[in-house]
């Protein structure tokens, strides 16, 4: 039996490793023009879509030093991006990873089911994920913390009467994505 510890092979797969765990903690960006503005994509070591955020974003994601520059792994988010603001593509099939609180992935994951064309509020999220009306301030604060605007879609949501309240990227982005997609006026 060979002893691990003076094996060569043990060395290699040591780096192997090494490298595997150092490469997928690297985040990668690129940027996408948009009607928005200039989107900023990350993703992780897997490809994996980890933000999209909007010029001035309040708690949205900059450039680091550390992050690589890497167009590859968004080229399909380029493209449904384009397609959306094109009027195209009304469901974005993207690999995205957040890492939030369960509480704050409950509300994201609910916001997946809001459909394109249409716009829910608040108390509607609460009600989804089991939350009790005074957690509806709780919800918009998970909403506001949303990684991936656009993509996952918080601009969709507004106040009980209808106002078009909090959004992280800014209220005329919010009701310019409304607008494109045609849901002023349609609460689900």
């Not at 510890?5 to 960006?29: E, F, G, M, N, Q």
């Not at 690999?95 to 916001?111: Q, Y």
């Not at 918009?140 to 991936?148: M, R, T, V």
């Amino acid at each position: 039996m060979t002893d691990p510890t003076t094996d060569p092979r043990t060395d290699r797969v040591t780096d192997l490793v090494t490298d595997l765990v150092t490469d997928s903690a690297t985040v990668r960006w690129t940027s996408v023009e948009s009607p928005l503005g200039r989107l900023l994509l990350t993703a992780d070591g897997t490809g994996a879509l980890t933000s999209l955020s909007v010029p001035g974003q309040k708690g949205g994601r900059t450039v680091q030093p550390e992050w690589r520059r890497d167009p590859g792994p968004f080229r399909a988010a380029g493209e449904q991006l384009a397609a959306y603001f094109a009027g195209e593509l009304k469901e974005f099939q993207l690999e995205f990873r957040t890492s939030g609180t369960d509480f704050r992935e409950r509300v994201w994951n609910a916001l997946d089911s809001v459909p394109y064309g249409a716009t829910t509020t608040y108390g509607e999220i609460a009600a989804r994920i089991g939350a009790s009306r005074p957690a509806v301030r709780a919800v918009g604060g998970a909403i506001g913390a949303n990684p991936l605007l656009v993509v996952r879609p918080c601009h969709r949501v507004i106040g009980a009467d209808g106002s078009m309240t909090g959004y992280a990227g800014g209220l005329e982005r919010k009701v310019l994505l409304l607008t494109l997609e045609d849901a002023l006026g349609s609460v689900e």
